[in-house]
C-alpha cells in the first residue's frame, strides 16, 4: 500500500458526460501528479500541483482539469467526455518539495470506460 | 524530444536464472531515472532510481540497475529472478532543470515473465 488513495476505482459513463476523480497523496507529501495510461499512448504526464498551485502541465487536453485543495487532496475533472478517454488514470505523489528527483508514490489507479 | 525506449515488449526468462530489461533514454543534461514495476490491477510501485554517484544502483527485492552515460541506458537486472518477478516494468526519466519538477517521462514498459 503506498499511502496514495484515489476513487473510485472504477467508473463507466456515457459520451459527452462529466466525471471527477479524487486522489488523496500520502500523508505530508505536497506534490500531486496525474497520469494516464491508454494501450495506444502508454504512460503519460498530465498534471502537476505543488501545495494548490499548479506546477508543470504535460499533455492534457482542454477538455481536463484539475486542482489540489487546501487538504491537499486533488480532483481531476474531465469533461464532454469521448470513447478515447477511456483509461487508468492515476495519481500519484512525491516527498515533500517537487525536487525531481523525488520517487513518486502512485495510487491503484481510476478505471474510466466511456461508452 | 525528450524520451525513453524499452526496446523489449516482453522478456522471458527461467526462474533462477538473471534477468536483464534494457532502457535507454534521449533527454538533454543529466536526467534523473527511475524503475517502477506494476503488478495486475495495481498502481506502480518505485524500484529504485539514480540521481548522481555510483554507476550501479541496488533497489527493492534484490533489484539493481547500470547506469551507462556513454550508452544513455539504464538496464534493470536481477542476478536470479523469481517466478513472483513476472510484472510489467517502467522505465521513467525526470528530466533536469526547473521547468521540470519531478513530471516524470515514461517508456512504453517490457512484460517479464519468469517460468518455473
Known amino acids: 500500500d503506498s499511502g496514495v488513495t484515489q476513487t473510485p476505482k472504477h467508473l463507466i459513463t456515457a459520451t459527452g458526460q462529466r466525471v471527477t476523480l479524487r486522489c488523496s497523496p500520502r500523508s505530508g507529501d505536497l506534490s500531486v501528479y496525474w497520469y494516464q495510461q491508454s494501450l495506444d499512448q502508454g504512460l503519460q504526464f498530465l498534471i502537476q500541483y505543488y501545495n494548490g498551485e499548479e506546477r508543470a502541465k504535460g499533455n492534457i487536453l482542454e477538455r481536463f482539469s484539475a486542482q489540489q485543495f487546501p487538504d491537499l487532496h486533488s480532483e481531476l475533472n474531465l469533461s464532454s467526455l469521448e470513447l478515447g478517454d477511456s483509461a487508468l488514470y492515476f495519481c500519484?505523489?512525491?516527498?515533500?518539495?517537487?525536487?525531481?528527483?523525488?520517487?513518486?508514490?502512485f495510487g491503484p489507479g481510476t478505471r474510466l470506460t466511456v461508452l | 524530444a525528450q524520451s525513453v525506449a524499452q526496446p523489449e515488449d516482453q522478456v522471458n526468462v527461467a526462474e533462477g536464472n538473471p534477468l536483464t530489461v534494457k532502457c535507454t533514454y534521449s533527454v538533454s543534461g543529466n536526467p534523473y531515472l527511475f524503475w517502477y514495476v506494476q503488478y495486475p490491477n495495481r498502481g506502480l510501485q518505485f524500484l529504485l532510481k539514480y540521481i548522481t554517484g555510483d554507476n550501479l544502483v541496488k533497489g527493492s527485492y534484490g533489484f539493481e540497475a547500470e547506469f551507462n552515460k556513454s550508452q544513455t541506458s539504464f538496464h534493470l537486472k536481477k542476478p536470479s529472478a523469481l517466478v513472483s518477478d513476472s510484472a510489467l516494468y517502467f522505465c521513467a526519466v525526470s528530466p533536469p532543470g526547473s521547468s521540470n519538477t519531478g513530471k516524470l517521462i515514461f517508456g512504453q514498459g517490457t512484460t517479464l515473465q519468469v517460468k518455473p
Open positions: 500519484a505523489s512525491s516527498f515533500a518539495g517537487a525536487k525531481s528527483y523525488n520517487e513518486q508514490f
